[in-house]
């Protein structure tokens, strides 16, 4: 099952996790540097937002739909719309594979 982890940070410059509205615990996470490819590998499976890459996470589900914004000021960013699941919050991961924000596990091609 595919997998990314991503360290979400808070506050002002920092895009948010909003509801999306009239959809029962979903919501979107953006904007992320990840290929549109890579993007769509990951739907159907887990996102998990963690503050550092040691913690637990802290919110997360499973992703519905991925796309890469078209314009504006996050053009060319990758946005993730999920289902929240409790099962994804307080999962840890392994520290090797993270990059500076992000890590995949994604199944063999």
């Known amino acids: 099952m595919a997998a990314i982890h991503l360290i979400k940070k808070h506050g002002p410059g920092h895009a948010p996790v909003d509801k999306v509205p009239g959809e029962k615990d979903t919501y979107t996470s953006g904007y992320w540097t990840i290929s549109e490819k890579t993007a769509q ?3 159907g499976g887990d996102i ?3 503050e550092r890459q040691l913690d ?3 919110y ?3 992703i519905i739909q991925a796309w890469i914004e078209e314009s504006g ?3 060319g960013k990758a946005v993730f719309k999920f ?6 919050k ?3 991961t392994a520290q090797a594979g993270w990059g500076q924000e992000m890590k995949l596990e994604l199944p063999p091609q």
């Open 60 to 62: 997360g589900g499973r």
């Open 56 to 58: 637990k996470s802290f």
């Open 48 to 50: 998990y937002l963690h």
């Open 41 to 43: 590998l990951l739907v």
């Open 90 to 92: 307080g999962v840890a």
């Open 83 to 88: 289902v929240f699941s409790p099962e994804h």
């Open 73 to 75: 000021e996050f053009a």
